[in-house]
Structures are given as structure tokens and as C-alpha cells.
């Protein structure tokens, strides 16, 4: 069973090594929001929240979420997610729970569509809308 650990902004740069690797994926999939070394960064100033999945003492996943306040609503939006085993009721019940403490109202994440089909059948997410995109 994974175990989700909160990382305080202070440690990213001694996990950094750690959890890149799971991370760098979700990054080459953004359109250029962020890099991962920029991503590192907001970690470390804590504008961004790193978690990681860790089984039996060994981290095997890691997610990257930041905190959104709308009128009615405070949205916990994953930002990067990578890993064996970290998108899974078990795990996310963990994290949702987290995220509650922290005010949360709503869990948002942008997903490619085999990456939606993960999230709906593993972590009980629904398909509310899709998120279009022009450059201008």
C-alpha cells in the first residue's frame, strides 16, 4: 500500500533527485505552462505542493498540486502526477483527505484522454468538462 507523503518546500531540493523522474512525463505533456526546473521552483517557494506515493520506504510515485480560490470554491489542481500505482482510490482517498485539511473543495486535473480513463476508473473522478486552448 502507498503511503502519501506531504514534502515540506525546505527537503525539495534534497528529494529532487527522488521524484523528477515521475514528474518530467506530466511536463512534456503541458503546453508550456512550466518546465520541470521552473517546477522545481515553485516547490521550493511553496507555490506548489509536492507529494509523494512511498511503499515499503521507497518512493514510487510523485504529485505536484497548487490551490486555486474561487468565490465559491477552493480547488486543489494537479499540476504534475507520475508514478506506479499513485493514481488508485487507496492512494488519492489519502490525498483528497489531505487536501480537505488544507480547504479544499474541489479536486481538478487536466488529462489526456488514456490518462481521463485512469483517473474516472482507478480515482473516482467524472468528466465535467473539457479544457480547449488557443494561442494567441
Not at 34 to 59: D, M, P, R
Request: charged content about 20%.
Amino acid at each position: 500500500m502507498n503511503i502519501v507523503q506531504i514534502v515540506n518546500p525546505s527537503h525539495i531540493h534534497q528529494i529532487w533527485d527522488q521524484v523528477k523522474d515521475y514528474l518530467q512525463a506530466s511536463i512534456e505533456t503541458n503546453t508550456g505552462e512550466c518546465t520541470l526546473e521552473q517546477l522545481k521552483g515553485l516547490l521550493a517557494t511553496g507555490a506548489q505542493s509536492l507529494l509523494v506515493a512511498v511503499k515499503e520506504s521507497k518512493i514510487t510515485g510523485a504529485m505536484t498540486v497548487e490551490f486555486i480560490n474561487y468565490p465559491n470554491e477552493r480547488v486543489m489542481f494537479i499540476t504534475a502526477l507520475g508514478g506506479k500505482g499513485v493514481v488508485n482510490n487507496q492512494t488519492f482517498t489519502q490525498v483528497e483527505e489531505w487536501a480537505k485539511t488544507q480547504g479544499a473543495t474541489k479536486v481538478n486535473a487536466w488529462a489526456k484522454e488514456g490518462q481521463a480513463k485512469l483517473y474516472k476508473m482507478k480515482a473516482g473522478f467524472i468528466t465535467m468538462r473539457y479544457v480547449m486552448e488557443k494561442k494567441l
